[in-house]
């Protein structure tokens, strides 16, 4: 079961934020919400990537439609693992093993 990101998202934005969600309205107004656009209204609500602590790293996971998106993007934007792990906050050892299960180059 997923969290219901919509609601916790709008109840930061109408508590803390109201006037950023303008700058929300268009990913909170999608059906589903992915785990990019999560990360995305992270980066739009608190404007930079936050530190996240090793502990809290541990926990991050993401689905295969995830993945593969996000090695797409680094395949548009021509990135290397190292910049795009950076982007995302990620591991280089993950991309690259992202990388070889499912065999982008």
């Known amino acids: 079961m997923m969290p219901n990101y919509k609601q916790i998202f709008t109840d ?3 508590q803390k934020f109201p006037h950023k969600k303008e ?4 990913i909170l107004s999608k059906a589903n919400i992915t ?3 999560v990360i ?3 980066q739009i609500i608190f404007e930079s990537k936050p530190k996240i602590s090793t502990t809290n790293q541990k926990f991050k996971a993401y689905n295969k439609s995830t993945i593969v998106r996000i090695l797409r993007y680094q395949a548009q934007n021509q990135l290397n693992n190292t910049q795009i792990a950076n982007h995302f906050n990620l591991s280089r050892n993950t991309v ?8 982008i180059n």
Request: net charge positive; aromatic share 14%; hydrophobic share 35%.
């Open 35 to 37: 785990q990019l656009d």
């Open 40 to 42: 995305k209204l992270n």
């Open 12 to 14: 930061i934005l109408n």
């Open 96 to 103: 690259s093993k992202w990388r070889k299960q499912f065999e």
């Open 23 to 26: 700058f929300c309205k268009n």
